[in-house]
Structures are given as C-alpha cells and as structure tokens.
C-alpha cells in the first residue's frame, strides 16, 4: 500500500483492494475447523514461553518481519509491539504523511479478541484436524489484514483533515467525539461498502465447475467456501466502526 502521496482517491483505492485480501483470508481460514488448541495457553509446552500457539506464531514471525523492515511502514501495526528487534535492513524512506505522534495508535488487542471470540465461530466449522500451525498461519494473515484495513483509518482521517480543517479544528478543540464520529458517517457509503464485499464474496468464493450454471446436483443452493453474509456482517458489525473509532482518536490529536 505505499504510496507517494496519499488522496482522497488514493486512500479509498487502498480500503477497496484492501477487501480482496480480507475475503481472501477469510475463504483460507474456512479451509481449517476451529481446532480450538491452536488458543489454548496449556497446549503448546514450549519451554520458556506462556501463550497459545497463536501467539507464537504471531510474535515470533512478527519479529522476524520487523528484522526486516516491515514496520517501519506506518500502515502496518503489529500485535505485540513490545520489544521488537530493529530493522536489520536499509529503510525505505516512506513517505511521513501522519500527523507527530498519532502513528502509535494501536487498537490491535481489542482486534485480538473480537476476532477469536466473535468472528471465527460466524465461519469455521467446528471440529479438529490437528492442522494446528497452518491454522494459525492462516490466522495471522487475517488478523494482519483486518488490522491494516483498521488502522488506515489514520490515513483517511489525515486526509480528510487537510481537506477541510475549517470542518475539524472547532471539533477536535472542543473534544466533541460525537461531533467528529457524525463527520465521518456517511451511511450510504457504508452500505454499499458491505453490499461490495458481500458481492465478492459470493463470486470469490463460489465452487467452480464446468457444469453450465451455479447449482449444486442436488438442486437450486449454491455452495461458496464461506456465507457471503459473513463478510458483510464483519464490515458492518466491526471494520466499519472500528475504522471510525481509529478516526476519531486520531482526529483527537490531530493538533497536539
């Protein structure tokens, strides 16, 4: 998603191919069952380490990411930030859009957690397969992606703000976070934000054959790798607001 200079224009193309990755990854976690050990903290056993399997794999592959020089790219916010090994890698010099000392806004717990308790049990299958590392691999892309959609919200709220900061500043001195939150909706937008994506999940995840139409031999259903309405429901019920709410605390700090 670097880019020179960040628009309007720009930054809704990136929340637009931003969607591809999202139903992408949600059709590859759809390939596994729950496999609920992956989250368990007692089944993993590894010596000097206390999490579940999850999180091994997440912080140990983010800080081989950082090593090289994934986070230095302010549209990436890793999970568990603590600690994390420097670049070892000569940087890209990226371009420095956002605003002094907003850039750490971090909402990745929280995302965390909605992930595992609320959105993984709209769309896998419960059971077990052992298939414990793969599933979390798969996870992590997910979760990286639902994250970078997220956090874009800085970019947008930046750019939203040098267009119109007459709009913003009697806002953000007055702390209004109603004021700001009523700024940034716009509902027709978001509704066909998730009749988009549900739109694409239909057709990216719709079983092939070479048979002349979409149904199934049993009759008239046809079958998709995950219910679209999934990923509408996790536009509506959380990527949307959540986005907003990155937003608003951005714009919060906007003129610190």
Known sequence: ?????????????????????????????AKFPTNSQTYTHNYTGIPGFSGSLLHFVVINTEAVQAKAGRYKNLEENPFFPENLPPSLVTSYPFTQFLHAGTASI?????????YIHELLPLFVASGDDGNYAQTAASDLSLLQAISRRIHYGKFVA????????????????????????????????EEMVRKRVEKKAML??????????DDDNDGNIKKYKVDPSVASTLYKKWLIPLTKDVQVEYLLNRLD
Not at 8 to 15: E, K
Not at 106 to 114: E, F, G, M, T, V
Request: aromatic content about 8%.
């Open 106 to 114: 971090n909402i990745n717990k929280s995302i965390w957690k909605l």
């Open 204 to 213: 990216y995840g719709k079983d092939v054959t070479l048979n002349n139409d």
């Open 158 to 189: 930046e750019v939203k703000f040098r267009e119109s900061p007459q709009d913003y500043e009697p806002l953000i001195r007055a702390k209004d976070t109603e004021g700001l939150m009523k700024l940034l909706t716009f509902e027709s937008v």
């Open 1 to 29: 998603m670097a880019k020179a200079e960040y628009t309007l224009d720009s930054v809704r193309g990136a929340l637009i191919r931003e969607e591809d990755t999202i139903i992408y990854g949600l059709i590859e976690r």
